[in-house]
């Protein structure tokens, strides 16, 4: 876990361009960190120091960081000439940055992040610049130097990436239980609407089978129904007809007989006026019978007039008769009418049912994309799934890692326990610890002066490198990177190298930490990213652990 004091500014997967080498040169993406830690109180305010780390995602064993205080960036912007404040420097350092990521993008990126390695001088170290790049020079507006982790920087960052590790792990349990859940629901829900939809199909299919019928039977009553009364109809309209005939018949029967009688009458009449004339001289004898047969022809004109009277009665029935025929003919075109209308309905109703049918369509296919997009989303799922189970095996693997150090660690914690037992049990041992709190506090202050001492003397030896400038001797120089042609002032490295208070490390703190194995002070003739680029041409990846960090 990181100080609770720190205060984290940055933290980002940025570009770098590694230059191992003068010809081995590589692009990759590194994790940058920037933090403020607390460095205590001064008499005028809060202090606090700049934190940089870069470290490596895909190799946790890379770590390189940079603590600098107030009084480092004050020699660093003697140095490179830098026209900024401590307190403004972070922002204008993560706007660089920022730039870099930013230029990554293109395809000619004019700012970039350079780590090179430097053996020339007595302790190998990286050196992080950033770099401007134009037609004429590359320009490099601030140029840091790295250091390698320590054990216990390098334990730190591997237990933070540890709880990172197992705090996304239970992060991705919690995702992947709300996720089944979800599933569970949305199946159940499926299963659900299905079975909804098969209620409302089989109630769909009955009622339109209901219908059906229904329509059918009313459709039958209504031919029948309009077959009757059209039989009916056409069997009144024939009794009609044939009543009609017979009266017409019987009425021209009638007529013809009266007719007949008619002529008669005409005959005798011409008979009588014959025998008038014939009788002309019977006249007187027969006034009698003159008179009376006048009083016949009264009486025959009366019933012909009678006659007449009752044919021009029959001719009124005879048109009464015919418009009832008409009205007959009228009521049979509206039946046939009716008849139409029907059958227009009916192709109507069987419109309507064959629009259900499309509808009935339309919804099976509806039913067929849901059930697609289903077994779609079933196979995401399934993806996912899949995905899930790499991840915690990879997380599996790096837990059994992450289980083998906290065994070492627990091993260790158990010999503090156990020596701290044994300090608790022995209670004049406590004396002698104050005893040597003091004398170790006294030791401090003389490493205090020691250090004052040191510094002094490094100024003695700056001036006299300076002055041995002229005789030909060229000790280890660090020129600034703002110097041309080796115009600009040289600085000697003793200059630079950082004192343990410097690096942010107390006496307190040096107190704490776990003595170093004697290995780490040997010479080594190169820096850790060289020696891990060699060993990895000697022997194939992954098949021996870093050497910085043994089981």
Known sequence: MRPAEADKVFEKLVPVQLQLSPTEERKHFLSLSVELMSSGISSTSFRKDLQIEITDEDDPYIFYGLRMSEEDFSVLKSQQGLLIDFSSFPSKFIQLVERCISEYQTESPKFLILIRYQNEMPKPCFVFEIVETNPFKHLCHLSLKLTEGGETQIKKHLSLKLRQLKEEQENNVQVLKSLEQQVDIERKNHAQKTAELELLKCDFQAKLQDMQQLLKIEYQTEKQLLLQTKMDLEQQFRQHQMNAEEKEKSFLQQIKDLKEKNSQIENHAKEATSRLVKTEEDCNRLQQELSSARRRGASLDADFHSKERTVNQLRTKIAVLEQELKDKDVLLAK??????????????????????????????????????????????????????????????????????????????????????????????????????????????????????????????????????????????????????????????????RSSPLQLGQTLENRENDEPLDPKYFQPKSYGGLVRKEKSAERNPPNSKPSAYFKK
């Open 335 to 496: 039946q046939q009418d009716l008849l139409t209308a029907a059958q227009e309905q009916k192709g109507r109703l069987t419109s309507i049912v064959e629009e259900k049918d499309s509808v009935i369509s339309r919804r099976e296919s509806a039913v067929k994309t849901m059930t697609e997009e289903l077994i779609k989303a079933n196979d995401i799922i399934r993806k996912l799934q899949n995905d899930i189970r790499i991840l915690n095996q990879k997380l599996k693997t790096r837990t059994d890692v992450a289980r083998e150090q906290e065994k070492v660690l627990q091993h260790r914690d158990d010999e503090i326990a156990r020596l701290r037992d044994e300090l608790n049990g022995h209670s004049k041992l406590q004396d002698e610890v104050v005893e040597l709190r003091s004398k170790n506090e006294e030791k401090e202050s003389a490493m205090k002066n020691n250090e004052q001492i040191i510094s002094y003397l490094n100024k003695q030896l700056n001036d006299l490198q300076l002055r041995s400038e002229t005789t030909g001797r060229n000790p280890q120089w660090f020129s600034t990177p703002n110097d041309v042609n080796g115009v600009g002032p040289k600085i000697p490295m003793s200059s630079l």
